[in-house]
């Protein structure tokens, strides 16, 4: 159990983030980066396969919970971001998200997926 003061960070990375960009080095370090964080009790990473359309393809956001229990969702888009305390808005992005997670690869799974993918490098 967290107390008080820790906070909860869950993270859904699409599996093509998880592809290299630069060299092998540098994406060998960033995999095992993401191995380390989500070793942290507070964190929790999932990866999301190409398996399937999912309603993360409508673009990327971010839910957020304030210290006084006030939820936020901050959209981004190419040329802006956008930050919304609407219900409705929230309600929407919080039922994507619930089925984005019931899409993913469980924790356990992810991280084999990223361990896989680091021995292939």
Known sequence: MLDKQTRAFSFVIGEAALRPIAGAEAHKRQLQRLLEVGERRNVTIQVLTFEGAHPGLFGP?????????EHLVYEEGQITGVLSADPTKISVISQRHAVILRQALSPEE???YIRNLLEEL
């Open 110 to 112: 992810s991280v084999r």
């Open 61 to 69: 956001f971010v839910l957020l919970e304030t210290p006084e229990h």
